[in-house]
């Protein structure tokens, strides 16, 4: 990636973003989340958590029109604020 396409981390630690289930998330409606890569399991995008439902948490990222369905095993709680 090029810096200009390189997506925003959090400032917070990678040793304090926090894996959650789906129930978890239903409490965090609001909150900044990093997105891993299936793929490498790095930092590949933010976002912030829209809704959830039975099966996935709706993340609205930045430069998407609306919130996209994403697992929650690959999503993590920054700690930061929006």
Known sequence: MTASTEPRLP????????????????????????????????????GIVSHVDDRWVYVHYSGSQGPLATHPDNLRLTGERR
């Open 11 to 46: 400032t917070t630690p990678e040793s304090s973003w926090k894996a959650c289930s789906l129930h978890e998330f239903r409490r965090h409606t609001g909150k900044r989340v990093v997105y891993l890569s299936v793929a490498t399991g790095k930092p590949a995008e933010t």
